[in-house]
């Protein structure tokens, strides 16, 4: 976590220090501040920025909030809240804004008398001012009594006092625009697609809140091409409409139920509702920040629907004497949730920190289920008595499918499913140094089985057309022939018969492309391993595999790139100005005629881009990879599969959530009515003011 956990001080002189130090130790150590540098890191800037927007509306002061992707690589937020106060504060002898932007930890001193339950930011709640120490540029306007007043920053550093620059017809709000400082981050690229899964979880959390989402760059990454640039959330329903959402193409159990209560430890929100279906969709947060690890609150959110549904049923009969009780997971099986509870002082515990810890949650939540769902079923004995045969189907189907699994198990039918065909596997019969790298299309499959080390590497090539037809049904991709390759080359088996002890590789790489067809594919392996294999990802089996973007070449030499921060870099050492690689393409191509610059070898397809040295004479080329098989098998291996060169990223619980959201969110079954949605609202978004 931030500053505060990390540091052993944290007395009032510490925090005084802190003030003189100002945003020093950000720009030193970013990834203490915002978890990292790279994409994810980045997405979090504006998570934070729009994070504050959002408790002003919490707070009862706002009710939209506009985002902007600018065409200048900037991201402009914009609320109709009070305004962040710009009077001089008589300590500092600086506007309340300045303090806000420039100082460590002053966001969430503000507010005082209605302090209320802060939501202050995502993973880390570090404030504004960490993202202004993070930024080339940052721009403060805020709308205030018909004025205008502004500041400008550059790297958290003021360039001028706040004053006002003129008049608004605004009641009031702020507007924050920002430019991520590429000295720091890895990559400047933010993704839409999760960007916008992010807010539209906001705004189901914040009910009646308009969240507005504008893209206006010309160059967006390749996963975002497809995605139109103008969006609207909006949820009078709330977390309701959040269980709707969930729940959108399966078949609802009665309609979403829905309550909230005010309780001792805090306040209590919850959605839902039951489908025909066998997955438990339960999704908790705590402040609105989502806890994928669970914690007291959906401890006590499970304790409180096993025993009310119990008790129902022995009321009604329709649990006999001589009947088990229902187990917890009868009662979850078909069950979409939404749990919301805002609390004080939230303690986060587990591996990422995201289990809520506070104990007294536990109890809050269980003592407003047991009530709230108790005088539901009485209000609603048909819903109910629907409810309980759902369950009590979840116990048949429970004692049914052991019994057929001891039978599987005892005839040993796992062990004759044959490997498929397509799946190169390597030698090694030891799981512990075995590798499966699943690669998008033959044309990489087949680079990345020639340049593999067969003694310990196997291959499965995928292809990358999968996700198209399918859509959304993952239920129906379990059996695509693709997947179910893929599940029996990992030899685990899935549902009631799944043993990760027959795991027969240690490490299992996804390797795709750096396109839209690699990210949909990536995206769904990822959301696989997390509704059916999550044990994989908390154990550490799964990865992704990092492959260069460019390749560089002047003269003899040459070198790989991983980012566009890395080429860049090599460009400066090699005397080529930076100036220089802000031009587009067109403009590049346009500098260089072919007769100056010899081709360099490189596969049919390969992009290239070439660059002349300012003073130097000698020829620097640009090779960009669009896919893995424009590789040769050998620079395949360098790159990206060596084991003692290579750098893979290891899939964490969070990653795997994430593209579970954009998978629900943006390739959802139902196109249609999202379409709708987003044109209809298309007409009444005004343009903002900068
Ligand atoms: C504290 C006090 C007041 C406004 C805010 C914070 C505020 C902060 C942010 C951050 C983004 N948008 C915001 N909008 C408001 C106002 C106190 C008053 O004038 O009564």
């Given at each position: 976590m931030g500053f505060m956990a990390t540091e052993k001080a944290s007395t009032y002189d510490a925090a005084k220090i802190q003030v003189l130090e100002g945003l020093e130790p950000v720009r030193k150590r970013p990834g203490m501040y915002?978890?990292?540098?790279d994409q994810r890191g980045l997405h979090h800037c504006v998570y934070e920025i729009v994070d504050n927007s959002i408790d002003e509306a919490m707070a009862g002061h706002a009710n939209h909030v506009t985002v902007l992707l600018g065409d200048d690589g900037s991201v402009s937020v914009e609320d109709?809240?009070?305004?962040i106060p710009v009077d001089i504060h008589?300590?500092?002898?600086?506007s309340a804004l300045e303090t806000v932007l420039t100082?460590?930890?002053?966001?969430?001193?503000?507010?005082?008398?209605?302090?209320?339950?802060?939501?202050?930011?995502?993973?880390?709640?570090?404030?504004?001012s960490v993202v202004n120490a993070l930024s080339s540029y940052m721009r403060a306007e805020v709308f205030r009594d018909g004025k205008i007043y502004m500041q400008e920053y550059e790297r958290g550093k003021p360039k001028a006092d706040v004053k006002p620059i003129g008049k608004t017809e605004k009641e009031h709000g702020t507007l924050i625009k920002f430019i991520p400082d590429k000295q720091i981050f890895d990559t400047l690229v933010m993704s839409l697609s999760t960007l916008l899964a992010h807010f539209r979880q906001q705004a189901y959390l914040t009910r009646g809140i308009t969240i507005s989402v504008m893209d206006e760059r010309q160059k967006r990454p390749e996963e975002d091409?497809?995605?139109?640039?103008l969006y609207r959330f909006h949820f009078e329903g709330g977390v309701s409409a959040y269980v709707r959402h969930l729940n959108q193409d399966k078949q609802g159990i009665g309609d979403v139920i829905w309550f909230e209560k005010e309780e001792e430890g805090g306040f209590v929100e919850v959605a839902l509702q039951y489908s025909q279906t066998f997955q438990d969709q339960t999704i908790t947060f705590a402040n609105n920040i989502h806890?994928?690890?669970?914690g007291t609150h959906l401890t006590g959110f499970k304790a409180a629907l096993t025993r009310t549904i119990n008790a129902y049923a022995r009321k009604e009969g329709?649990?006999?004497?001589k009947d088990e009780n229902l187990t917890a997971d009868d009662v979850r099986e078909g069950l979409a949730a939404v749990i919301s509870v805002r609390l004080k002082d939230p303690q986060f515990e587990g591996q990422t920190k995201?289990?809520?810890?506070?104990?007294?949650m536990k109890a809050a939540v269980e003592t407003v289920v047991n009530e709230k769902l108790a005088e539901f079923m009485e209000e609603h004995p048909g819903d109910a008595r629907e409810v309980v045969s759902k369950c009590l189907l979840a116990a048949r189907a429970r004692m049914a499918a052991r019994a057929a699994r001891d039978a599987v198990i005892r005839k040993g039918a796992l062990e004759g499913m044959t490997l498929p065909g397509k799946l190169a596997d390597?030698?090694?019969?030891?799981?512990?140094e075995c590798e499966l790298f699943i690669v998008e299309g033959d044309s990489a499959g087949g680079s990345a089985k020639q340049g593999r080390n067969r003694e310990f590497q196997a291959i499965l090539p995928i292809k990358g057309k999968i996700l198209n037809v399918e859509q959304s049904r993952l239920d129906k991709m379990l059996a695509n022939n693709e997947v179910k390759s893929l599940i029996i080359a990992m030899g685990?088996?899935?549902?009631?018969?799944?043993?990760?002890?027959?795991?027969?590789?240690d490490r299992i790489v996804i390797m795709t492309d750096a396109d839209v067809d690699g990210a949909h594919i990536r995206t769904l392996i990822l959301t696989l391993y997390f509704r059916y294999f999550r044990e994989l990802i908390e154990t550490g089996h799964l990865y992704i595999a990092q492959s260069p973007l460019f390749k560089l070449t002047m003269g003899k030499e040459s070198r790989y790139a991983f980012n566009e921060k890395e080429r860049d870099e090599t460009l400066k050492e090699w005397g080529v100005e930076a100036k220089e690689l802000e031009t587009s393409e067109e403009d590049i191509a346009d500098e260089v005629t072919e007769d100056e610059v010899e081709e360099p070898k490189a596969k049919k397809g390969a992009k290239i881009e070439m660059l002349v040295p300012e003073k130097k004479k000698k020829k620097v080329s640009i090779q960009r990879y669009?896919?893995?098989?424009?590789?040769n098998p050998d620079q395949l291996w360098d790159t990206t599969m060596d084991p003692t060169k290579r750098v893979m990223l290891r899939v964490t619980l969070e990653d795997a959530e994430a593209a579970d959201a954009i998978f629900t969110t943006l390739?959802?079954?139902?196109v249609a009515p999202r379409k709708k949605f987003i044109q209809t609202h298309a007409k009444g978004v005004k343009n903002l003011d900068i």
């Open positions: 915002i978890g990292s540098t109709n809240g009070r305004g008589p300590k500092t002898k600086k100082v460590l930890h002053a966001g969430g001193k503000f507010g005082g008398d209605d302090s209320g339950y802060k939501v202050s930011g995502g993973l880390h709640g570090v404030g504004s091409q497809n995605l139109p640039r806890t994928t690890e669970g329709i649990l006999k004497e995201s289990k809520l810890g506070n104990a007294e390597c030698s090694s019969k030891d799981p512990s685990v088996g899935i549902g009631e018969v799944k043993d990760m002890t027959k795991l027969r590789y669009k896919g893995l098989g424009e590789m390739m959802g079954a139902d």
